[in-house]
C-alpha cells in the first residue's frame, strides 16, 4: 500500500476523504499512481491551505478541476480536490475506511465523481468498483448517479454491463 501521510492529526475536524487510485484500496487491489488525491469542500480549501502550509507542505500550484497540489519535500504530492456538489456533505460524513484506517469516499460517490471526470482511468476504475461490487451495492451507485448525474446514467448502465463480462454478475 502507498503510504499516506496522518492528515486527519493535521485537519483536525475538516471532514476529508481519500479519492483517486489510493482510495480504490478500499475496494480492491490499489492501483499505481503518482499521487495522493483527497477531496474536501470548496468552503474548506483555504484553512486546508494554511494548515498544510504551516505543517511544511509547499504549495505546488492550483488544479484545474479545483483545488491545488501540496507536497512535503521528496513526498509523494498530495492533490487537494474541492468541490461544492449537493452529496458532498453526506459523502464527507459518512466514509468507508480502508485497511490503514483512512477515510474514503463511499463507492457510490467514488463512481459517480469519476463518471463525472470521464478520463479512460477513471471510467476504467468505475468498470471495477462495479464488477466488485454487490447488487445491492451497485444498485446503490445507480441510484446515486440517477439522482445526481441522470446524464450519465447510459454510461454507467454501460459499464456495469462491461464489468459483467470481464467479471462475471454480481452476487446478491
Not at 134 to 161: C, G, H, I, M, T
Request: glycine residues 6%.
Amino acid at each position: 500500500m502507498q503510504p499516506v501521510p496522518d492528515l486527519s492529526a493535521l485537519l483536525g475536524t475538516i471532514p476529508w476523504v481519500l479519492v483517486g487510485g489510493v482510495a480504490l484500496r478500499a475496494y480492491m487491489p490499489e492501483r499505481a499512481t503518482l499521487d495522493i488525491d483527497i477531496l474536501i469542500h470548496e468552503r474548506d480549501a483555504p484553512a486546508v491551505q494554511t494548515t498544510l502550509c504551516d505543517a511544511g507542505y509547499q504549495f505546488r500550484g492550483s488544479l484545474s478541476i479545483g483545488g491545488f497540489t501540496v507536497q512535503l519535500d521528496d513526498e509523494t504530492p498530495i492533490d487537494v480536490l474541492t468541490r461544492a456538489d449537493p452529496w458532498l456533505d453526506t459523502a464527507l460524513s459518512n466514509p468507508v475506511y480502508d485497511l490503514a484506517g483512512l477515510p474514503v469516499l463511499a463507492r457510490p460517490f467514488l463512481v459517480l465523481i469519476k463518471l463525472q471526470a470521464g478520463r479512460t482511468q477513471d471510467l476504467a476504475d468505475v468498470q471495477r468498483l462495479l464488477g466488485l461490487a454487490s447488487l445491492a451495492e451497485r444498485a446503490e451507485a445507480r441510484q446515486v448517479v440517477k439522482q445526481y448525474a441522470p446524464e450519465l446514467l447510459e454510461d454507467f448502465d454501460s459499464l456495469s454491463n462491461l464489468a459483467d463480462l470481464e467479471f462475471g454478475a454480481p452476487s446478491a
